[in-house]
């Protein structure tokens, strides 16, 4: 199974700021399988991320994914308010797994 | 417009069972591997069991291997969790949601509460 390690475990920022969140594997995710979603409280989560770099349909530009074999990024160039929420990256290469998560808060 | 629509959860006694329905519409049903996602009170995703588009490819995890099992109606539009031998560390907001390039459309989740 692969273990996806998300860091920071909560980012704090202010609307108008840059967010990198990263995505750590324990070992390569095949062909680059890794998706990214939003969370909101009480709501299901949504994808952004595909293939990841690829935006999901009706994803803002201001998201961005990057990243290959164990290392896979996650940028929001210019945080809004409703940006703020937490996020997850997901492998589907092999047996799908989460990882634990980043909490993206205001400061 | 794609619509995912969960039922089934409820309160239930450890050992107990309880099936999980997903009623799909808005696309083409038995085109798509589906999957169940839960996630525990407070906590994070964790995904739970995937079925292919003709029922031929099933894949569970290992924390619900032997007491859950997935299965679909595509000529209902349906897809169902039977959880059997329940267990306190089940109790989730269980979610069904379609696989396409990653998880690309999600339902608004049933919870499944276990407790005596």
């Known amino acids: 199974e692969i273990v996806l390690t998300q860091s920071p475990a909560t980012l704090s920022l202010s609307p108008g700021e840059r967010a990198t969140l990263s995505c750590g594997a324990s070992?390569?995710?095949?062909?680059?399988?890794l998706a990214w979603y939003q969370q909101k409280p009480g709501l299901a989560p949504r994808l952004l991320i595909y293939?990841?770099?690829s935006r999901a349909t009706g994803i803002p530009d201001r998201f961005s994914g990057s990243g290959s074999g164990t290392d896979f990024t996650l940028t929001i160039s210019r945080l809004e308010p409703e940006d703020f929420a937490v996020y997850y990256c997901?492998?589907?290469?092999?047996?799908?797994?989460f990882g634990q998560g980043t909490r993206l808060e205001i400061k | 417009e794609v619509q995912l629509v969960e039922s089934g959860g409820g309160l239930v006694k450890p050992g107990g069972s309880l099936r999980l329905s997903c009623a799909a519409s808005?696309?083409?049903?038995?085109?798509?591997?589906m999957n169940w996602v839960r996630q525990a009170p407070g906590k994070g995703l964790e995904w739970v069991s995937s079925?292919?588009?003709?029922?031929?490819?099933?894949y569970y995890a290992d924390s619900v291997k032997g007491r859950f099992t997935i299965s679909r109606d595509n000529a209902k539009n349906s897809l169902y969790l039977q959880m059997n031998s329940l267990r306190a560390e089940d109790t989730a907001v269980y979610y069904c949601?379609?696989?396409?390039?990653?998880?690309?459309?999600w339902g608004q989740g049933t919870l499944v509460t276990v407790s005596s």
């Open positions: 079925i292919s588009d003709t029922s031929s490819y099933i």
């Open positions: 997901q492998q589907y290469g092999s047996t799908i797994t």
């Open positions: 808005g696309f083409t049903f038995s085109s798509y591997t």
């Open positions: 293939d990841a770099s």
């Open positions: 070992q390569s995710v095949s062909s680059n399988y």
């Open positions: 949601a379609r696989d396409a390039l990653g998880m690309d459309n």
